[in-house]
């Protein structure tokens, strides 16, 4: 546990200047990688950035960021001009909430429950956004969409994490404290906030020791000439490795220890800015370990052929995303056959993933073999002759990330699963500024505020309202999908409203 406490940087103090042997032994290995550069001002640094700048080169191998800056900045592979063959997910593959039978849907319910109750469940969160787009410099995680209550996103999905722990004790009835640990990855920028964001909100009610808050890794920017270039004279110009950065992030933080030492079996992976997740949804656990899959993934239905929206799909025979930019028209207008009026590749990617933990602890096996994909930027750097920051006016270089679904082609068939779910009821992202009408916080408050209004009815009570729109903030400690609310049949309530726990 104490290399865990390490990984995760627990009670880390200032690092300490390296020795002359540490430091010769460093620049050896960046000089035999033709990246000395990034040593130049070395000597003329303080003891603080000595350390800092020696920490951070040593989480580096630069053979193989020579590996990556040669595949990124090489010339392009000569193209076949043969477009992939692409298919749906075949129907073994897949379910769907809207047309599936009720016993189905039930018995995964059950299944997934009793799966959280064995404590054999866990939730990776990615967090590492911040609230740029909103106005805001805080990890997203920590907006109010404008609920009555003023609930940010970390609190709600906080209390349907207590609730569902909740069903799923009630359901086993033996006793043992039910614990869904709650694994959140931040990024540089967004640690510290999110660290004391949390402990200041006393953890919304979880165990401290159950909410384990690590950072996703970096890669340095390369230069067109692939050189690592340096921010400053003390620092190495780094951007975030992507979404599909969570992998090597759950290896190196120790996080799959955790889990192992947990005796954690399936994982739940989200994204935060979706404000109606069923966080360790039940059916979807039960679904993924009845199909005993490696990955699944949930998607929303496609609203029209002209969303602009990943797909999820078979390309060349292999489970993958495709962006809507890399479809033809015709294709993404066909119709189901079996099904007319409805889409044939209509399966839009919500990145809201399960996995199986024996896959997760196959990360260090294929995880080089991830691509990166290339941005092309304007970064500012360190100019070597002056020591001076410098802000180009054209891209002088390229960032690197990875998507979390490059990992998708590499599973066979029999391996991978996709459950499609009613967008009203679990996709509602939040992208944009208040006021843009798509995906901002109003769009977040109404969905989250519609959705309550109809559990409420569904229960037998009556709504009224002067505005029809109006809808009921439903707590997660009240009900996690529309159960529980039998003691609202026969109550009238006036919206908007609050209904929380008694």
Not at 142 to 162: M, N, T, V, W
């Amino acid at each position: 546990m104490d290399a865990v406490k390490q990984a995760l940087h627990l009670g880390s103090g200032t690092p300490q200047e390296p020795t002359p042997e540490q430091v010769s032994q460093l620049k050896e290995k960046y000089s035999l990688a033709g990246q000395s550069q990034v040593l130049t001002f070395y000597d003329s640094l303080s003891s603080v950035e000595k350390a800092a700048l020696y920490k951070q080169l040593s989480n580096f191998d630069p053979v193989y960021i020579n590996t990556l800056a040669a595949k990124a900045l090489g010339p392009a592979k000569a193209s076949n001009n043969e477009k992939p063959t692409l298919e749906p997910l075949p129907e073994s593959a897949t379910a769907s909430i809207l047309d599936s039978k009720k016993e189905d849907i039930d018995g995964w319910y059950a299944s997934g429950l009793d799966l959280i109750a064995a404590n054999k469940v866990a939730v990776v969160l990615m967090a590492g956004g911040q609230g740029t787009r909103l106005g805001s410099s805080a990890p997203k995680g920590c907006y109010d969409i404008g609920l009555p209550s003023h609930k940010s996103l970390f609190q709600i999905q906080a209390e349907r994490i207590r609730k569902v722990e909740k069903l799923a004790a009630a359901k086993a009835a033996t006793g043992v404290k039910v614990i869904v640990p709650w694994y959140v990855m931040t990024s540089g920028p967004t640690r510290k906030p999110t660290e004391d964001y949390f402990k200041a909100n006393n953890y919304f009610g979880l165990k401290a020791e159950n909410v384990i808050i690590f950072e996703q890794g970096v890669l340095p920017c390369i230069s067109n000439d692939g050189k690592i270039l340096l921010e400053s004279k003390g620092k190495v110009a780094v951007a975030p490795d992507g979404n599909g950065g969570i992998y090597n992030a759950l290896v190196d933080s120790k996080v799959l220890d955790d889990m192992k030492v947990r005796g954690i079996e399936h994982i739940h992976a989200y994204c935060v800015d979706n404000c109606l997740v069923k966080v360790a949804d039940p059916v979807f656990i039960g679904f993924s370990a009845a199909a005993n899959v490696d990955i699944a993934t949930k998607v929303v239905r496609k609203r029209n052929a002209t969303e602009s929206v990943g797909l999820i799909l078979l390309e060349n025979g292999k489970p993958d995303v495709v962006e809507y930019s890399e479809i033809d028209k015709e294709v993404t207008e066909e119709q189901d056959p079996k099904q007319p009026g409805v889409l044939k590749f209509r399966a839009a990617n919500i990145v809201n993933h399960y996995y199986s933990f024996r896959f997760l602890e196959s990360i260090p096996v294929w995880s080089k073999d991830l691509p990166h994909h290339v941005a092309k930027k304007k970064i500012p750097y360190c100019d070597l002759s002056t020591g001076e920051t410098v802000k180009p006016e054209k891209p002088n270089g390229i960032k690197l990330e990875q998507f979390v679904f490059d990992v998708f082609p590499m599973l066979e068939l029999n391996k991978f699963a996709c459950m499609e779910v009613r967008r009203e009821d679990e996709f509602s992202p939040l992208k944009n500024a208040r006021g843009t009408g798509e995906d901002d916080p109003e769009t977040s408050k109404r969905d989250i505020m519609v959705q309550g209004k109809r559990w409420a009815q569904a229960a037998g009570a009556t709504v009224t309202s002067e505005d029809p729109d109006a809808g009921i903030e439903i707590s997660p400690l009240m009900s996690y999908g529309g159960e529980g609310l039998h003691k609202l049949a026969g109550q009238t309530i006036r919206a908007p409203a609050v209904v929380e726990v008694e």
